[in-house]
């Protein structure tokens, strides 16, 4: 099972915290540059943040730098996705997606090989 599997999606209020999920098998999960990408209703996917294969680097969009955080967990084949001060609109599907070509990459959806199916975050104000 290559595709990633995303968990802890969820209604919450403006301002506050969730925190995301992403568990993929042991051999597609060590080997890959994990991302989060997002989709808004009406809009195109697009990057959230990823997080290398050693964990020593992260790269964020500019619209959640300094909100959100990307951590591994290699024991546990976890990605997580830790969303602060949360804004309505933060609202939309996020999907968790492997890299296993050389390099970080730019962050662009092409890149990456193997997607989750996404878990929907809905910011009330």
């Known amino acids: 099972q290559e595709q990633p599997v995303e968990s802890g999606g969820g209604l919450v209020q403006a301002g506050d915290s969730l925190r995301l999920s992403c568990t993929a098998s042991g051999r597609t999960f060590s080997s890959s540059v994990m991302g989060w990408f997002r989709q808004a209703p009406g809009k195109e996917r697009e990057f959230v943040g990823y997080i290398s294969r050693s964990g020593s680097s992260t790269n964020y969009a500019s619209f959640v730098k300094g909100r959100f955080t990307i951590n591994r967990d290699d024991a546990k084949n976890t990605v997580y996705l830790q969303m602060n001060s949360l804004k309505p609109e933060d609202t939309a599907v996020y999907y968790c997606?492997?890299?296993?070509?050389?390099?970080?990459?730019?962050?662009?959806?092409?890149?990456?090989?193997?997607w989750g199916k996404g878990t929907q975050v809905t910011v009330s104000s």
């Open positions: 997606a492997a890299k296993q070509s050389p390099g970080n990459g730019r962050g662009y959806a092409d890149e990456y090989d193997y």
